[in-house]
């Protein structure tokens, strides 16, 4: 157990070093943008004289390492800026938004997750029968519909044709659950079937990929039944690349559901960070994708020790 | 090769010959096409299929048969390269990173990780804000962006391969990392690297298709697949073919190119085990 | 639509429009009965009488409802501040909750808002009278003072005023009464009153500096809720200075910026007004039967630039053939269904009392194009044209010029970059490139802020020594009849040798669901000049 909290505590520590990494990366892409907040502030009146002030008043003028540090500085005593487009401070931005995105992909990870591992499980288990070439047909379309245009389908069939559901995400503020429910219904079910299917043949994959194991073909040449040597023998071994596949997909709720909040008009983390590479708001975008990064890594992190606890060989440290 | 094809399974004859069709279509459709992609050629805009124009018009009155003989090679060529680079250059450094030293291991598992969490689309919106939208760049950024993934899943296959019994065993007799790398770890994780390859397919053609929607993807009057979908959506509602054509198209191309991997492994797997 | 234009609340001057209005209104005539206020002729063209519109716009005005409304854009730089207000969601939350010295009317004149009265001698010193019992949303009376503060705050670099340019004409802002105030240009000008109606020039309350959660305007509605980038709900101000408005108890205010979005937003009721329907999407709303648009008639433009400091843009017969080889019929009807008037490559638009109708208009003739490109040593020239989607249509319409420049023997390579960073980064900055230019209240301001030598977006870097003379003529003559000339003539000059082609006006398209009654044009921009919130009442 000892050696479990030390490789957590290591994992912790690993993370922090590749978040740093992070943080020289995201400035750096950052920096490349051409032009800068005072630009787009001012916009067609942008005169050199008023950009110059103004880029002053925003300290853009400072060389980029002395920028970098500062930014650091503040990051490190939990101090994000402030937003260069509406001078509110980068955290409040933030945080009214994640609430959002989190409680949209908490909706849509408990509901994709566990189908898309029975979907995977059941279509391992028959494979090259009907039901896992059906499936197999079935997960590869759900993949291949842009999920803008799926999104736009369920708009269209839900919302302007049946009238049954809001063809935009939103909540008001006296909602009850039913008002959650409507408002959530499209957006949910469109990244379900974008992530699920994702998922499924993932976890297809690895769990075949042990099925085709000698120890499994011991197991199953021992009479014991197939479901048995799944759940108790390939399961466990497959969990990690399943874990890795979940914790991608769950990582792309946060910064890759662009799509999916411009259509629904979901006020959530990704189109905030549109906001900020369109305006050039340096202190919001960096922030915005340090954010995405930590969520990332938190996954990784997660899926890293879940893989280590189910590989005997690898918890004991290999 | 031939007899690769005849071991198929009906699925994976049906795949290969949607591919090649694709292909076809991707190296000679804009010689096929009646029109040029972008000659606006009726008033009426969205016409269905069997009018004066194969599959109708587009949103602007533009030939859509045409516009789809000519876009495909964007669909088909672009996410091929980025994911044949993505999976190649991904499996390779995830083999490297395998049997090297832990620590060597851990600083690229570290940097890994710092590229894969920039999620691919906002990645894509900055260097595309930075560097304007070519098929280089769009062949680049999608690259990049799918690369760290595939060389996450080859690594966890990989580690997992690595800690086996007759790895241990080839270790211990002495044999080199490249040896261990190249003929013990390899072929064991070959075939989900070519699965995690049709994923990643797809995956670029989506990113391809997403960045369209956003206006960043394939320039007009140029257009991807993708992109015949995104600039047709309003005729989605009266069922235009203009969306639907291009959009069944990408379906067909993804799925076919899953159904002939997934047959090639069920080749070497399935048959292995009798099923 | 409108993209981060600084001046696009600055537009409007659109005079024949009476025309169009009553086209789109069907039978309903126009009564504009003149108002009891005390205004000099010469200032106010035309006042509507309120009552009188509103009745043959859909039966008597009801109050109570609540709707939502969405528009094309949303972002963290939404602003309850006046001055920075840069995109049509700006400008209707402005006018949600600020109130203007004027304010728009549908004949593009000027009616009196704040100002009761308004009185000038030379057009130079400008005399108002403050309505007087106004208050701001906070309970503060309405004084000079405010408007001293809200004009003058425009000059100060650091608010970053969009309509800093504009501000720069005064010289002196000073409070002469208890109510009232004086405004000194630098020069004469006689437009000051439809300047007054934009948005940006809204009055805020004296000293106020932060405008980062609260909006404390004398505006229609009062702020119940600012999100920047999520959405503006505005209730109903009971103490608004129109007796009896507004009539809805609530405006809520989102933008959509995809299209398709917001058309399906509107046909599935979630919405119940959308900003900007596109032309082909009008046969969607229209067979909804629960939905229909409204056109307004604009002159918004989307020209194509040619840089005369540039290769080979500054050939002037190269640029000659270009404008031969645009084809204006189908771009009207190709790109825009039919929803746009065509023009002669000057930014006048037709419905103008200045139009210059004896103008020829220019031809699509690829035969034309050819001998000039000749001429010019150009044939089989290979040049690069910029064109995005933040120029509306640009992308469409150098896919046309493509095909025309194939057809006179050269080619058009085109290059689409991305909305974001383009005003910056791209816009002017290229030999050939696209602009989009919104509608300008009066052909001086246009004139001086596009087409003069030292204009502050010479588009093209044209310089023409006979323009710009003309220009300030036009300004200080007093016979109508010789400053209509001075206007043909400059028309002239632009269409002929200046640096830009323009093909088309484009008319504005709006959808609403048919509840909403109240609803006319007002060619400033959509939804009414951006101001339905004070004059739209929900039929439910």
Wanted: include cysteine; charge should be neutral; hydrophobic fraction near 45%.
């Amino acid at each position: 157990m000892k050696v479990i909290f030390q490789l957590i505590l290591k994992r912790i520590g690993l993370s922090l070093i590749t978040l740093f990494i992070v943080s020289a990366v995201v400035f750096f892409i950052a920096n490349l943008l051409p032009g800068d907040a005072a630009q787009e502030m001012l916009g067609q009146s942008a005169t050199p004289e008023a950009v110059a002030a103004l880029r002053d008043a925003y300290g853009l003028n400072d060389p980029p390492l002395t920028r970098y540090a500062k930014w650091l500085g503040g990051l490190v005593t939990g101090d994000a800026g402030t937003s260069l487009a509406n001078s509110r401070p980068v955290s409040e931005l933030i945080s009214s938004r994640l609430s959002q995105s989190l409680l949209l992909a908490g909706l849509t990870a408990v509901i994709a997750v566990p189908f898309a591992m029975v979907l995977g499980i059941v279509a391992a288990m028959h494979s090259g029968r009907r039901i896992d070439k059906i499936m197999n047909i079935a997960t590869l379309t759900m993949v291949a519909v842009p999920e803008f245009l799926l999104a736009t389908i369920f708009v269209l069939v839900f919302a302007v044709e049946l009238n049954w559901l809001p063809s935009l995400s939103y909540i008001p503020s006296d909602a009850g659950l039913y008002d959650y429910f409507r408002a959530f219904a499209l957006p949910v079910a469109t990244l379900c079937i974008v992530l699920s299917a994702q998922m499924a043949r993932m976890t297809r994959a690895a769990v075949l990929e042990q099925l085709s194991q000698p120890y499994v073909e011991m197991a199953l040449l021992k009479g014991s039944p197939l479901s048995r040597a799944v759940l108790r023998h390939a399961l466990p071994n497959a969990v990690g690349p399943i874990v890795n596949a979940v914790a991608l997909s769950l990582s792309y709720l946060l910064g890759g559901v662009v799509i999916v909040e411009v259509i629904f008009n979901y006020p959530g983390v990704a189109s905030l960070m549109v906001d900020a590479v369109t305006n050039r708001d340096m202190p919001l975008l960096q922030a915005c994708a340090m954010l995405f990064c930590t969520g990332y890594l938190i996954l990784v992190l997660i899926a890293d020790l879940a893989a280590i606890l189910a590989n005997p060989k690898l918890r004991t440290g290999g | 090769m031939m007899s690769v094809f005849k071991s198929m399974p009906v699925s994976g004859k049906l795949g290969s010959a949607l591919v090649a069709f694709w292909l076809f279509i991707a190296l000679f459709g804009p010689w096929l096409a009646p029109h040029t992609a972008s000659e606006i050629v009726a008033y009426d805009v969205f016409e269905p299929i069997g009018g004066e124009y194969v599959l109708g018009t587009d949103y602007i009155g533009r030939d859509v048969f045409s516009r789809i003989l000519d876009g495909t090679r964007f669909t088909i060529f672009i996410p091929l390269l980025a994911a044949a680079l993505a999976c190649s250059a991904g499996t390779l450094i995830a083999l490297y990173s395998a049997v090297s030293h832990p620590r060597t291991d851990e600083i690229i598992a570290r940097f890994m990780d710092a590229l894969i969490s920039i999620p691919s689309k906002i990645f894509s919106l900055v260097m595309i804000a930075a560097f304007g939208s070519s098929v280089p760049i769009l062949l680049t950024i999608t690259a990049i962006s799918y690369m760290p993934g595939s060389f996450r899943i080859a690594r966890a296959l990989a580690v997992n391969v690595a800690s086996m019994d007759f790895v241990t065993v080839a270790r211990t007799r002495g044999e080199s990392r490249l040896y261990l790398a190249v003929k013990e770890i390899l072929p064991n994780i070959l075939h989900p690297m070519l699965a995690d390859f049709g994923l990643r397919f797809v995956f670029v053609v989506l990113l391809l298709s997403s960045l369209s929607f956003l206006g960043l993807g394939v320039q007009p009057p140029e257009a991807d697949l993708g992109s015949l979908v995104r600039e047709n959506i309003s005729g989605l509602a009266e069922g235009a073919p203009a969306v639907i054509v291009p959009a069944i198209a990408i379906a067909t191309i993804t799925i076919a190119v899953n159904l002939v991997i997934d047959s090639l492994r069920g080749g070497a797997t399935y048959a292995a085990k009798g099923k | 639509m409108h993209n981060n234009k600084i001046d696009a609340a600055l537009r409007g001057h659109h005079s024949g429009s009476r025309r169009a209005l009553l086209k789109s209104l069907g039978a309903a005539g126009l009564v504009t009965a003149a108002s009891g206020l005390a205004l000099p002729a010469h200032v106010l063209a035309q006042l509507s009488d309120e009552s009188t519109t509103a009745n043959q716009a859909g039966g008597k005005p009801k109050h109570g409802g609540r709707i939502r409304v969405a528009t094309t854009s949303m972002s963290t730089k939404d602003t309850l501040d006046p001055a920075k207000a840069s995109l049509s969601t700006d400008y209707v939350r402005i006018y949600m909750f600020y109130s203007g010295l004027t304010q728009f009317n549908r004949e593009l004149g000027a009616d009196p808002a704040l100002a009761e009265t308004i009185e000038t001698e030379d057009q130079q010193n400008w005399h108002f009278t403050l309505r007087s019992g106004v208050t701001f949303h906070n309970g503060k009376s309405l004084t000079p003072q405010d408007v001293v503060y809200s004009l003058l705050r425009h000059k100060d670099p650091a608010v970053t005023s969009r309509a800093a340019p504009i501000a720069a004409q005064f010289q002196e802002v000073v409070v002469t009464g208890p109510n009232t105030l004086r405004i000194t240009l630098n020069a004469p000008n006689a437009d000051l009153p439809v300047m007054l109606a934009s948005a940006n020039f809204c009055i805020v309350a004296d000293g106020t500096t932060d405008f980062t959660q609260t909006a404390n305007g004398t505006g229609p509605y009062q702020q119940k809720e600012f999100s920047a980038g999520v959405r503006t709900i505005g209730v109903r101000n009971p103490n608004f200075w129109k007796p009896g408005k507004p009539y809805l108890d609530e405006v809520e205010l989102v933008g959509i910026a995809d299209e398709s979005s917001r058309v399906n937003a509107l046909l599935s009721g979630d919405i119940q007004m959308a900003l900007a329907v596109n032309p082909r999407s009008t046969k969607r709303v229209k067979r909804s039967g629960t939905c229909d648009v409204l056109q307004t008639e604009s002159s918004l433009y989307t020209n194509l630039i040619m840089r005369q400091d540039g290769y080979p843009t500054s050939n002037p017969d190269f640029v000659l053939a270009v404008k031969y080889m645009m084809n204006r019929e189908l771009i009207k009807r190709a790109l825009f269904r039919g929803y746009a008037t065509i023009a002669n490559d000057h930014p006048v638009a037709p419905s103008h009392k200045y139009f210059n109708h004896e103008l020829p208009q220019r031809p699509y003739d690829i035969d034309r194009a050819k001998f000039h490109l000749k001429k010019a040593g150009m044939s089989g020239i290979r040049v690069p044209v910029f064109a995005s989607p933040a120029a509306e249509g640009s992308v469409d319409m150098a896919a046309l010029l493509q095909l025309s420049g194939i057809e006179a023997g050269m080619h058009f390579g085109i290059n689409r970059v991305p909305s974001d960073g383009y005003w910056s980064n791209h816009w002017m900055k290229h030999p050939l490139g696209f602009g989009n230019i919104n509608p300008r209240v009066s052909l001086d301001e246009l004139f001086s802020l596009f087409y003069k030598s030292d204009a502050p977006w010479n588009e093209s870097g044209w310089q023409n020594a006979q323009f710009d003379e003309l220009l300030i003529a036009a300004r200080g003559e007093g016979d109508e009849i010789k400053r209509k000339q001075m206007y043909w003539d400059m028309q002239e000059l632009i269409a002929d040798k200046c640096g830009v082609s323009i093909p088309v006006f484009m008319n504005l398209i709006d959808g609403y669901d048919k509840r909403v009654k109240g609803f006319y044009p007002i060619p400033t921009g959509g939804l009414m000049g951006y101001s339905f919130a004070e004059h739209v009442w929900l039929d439910a």
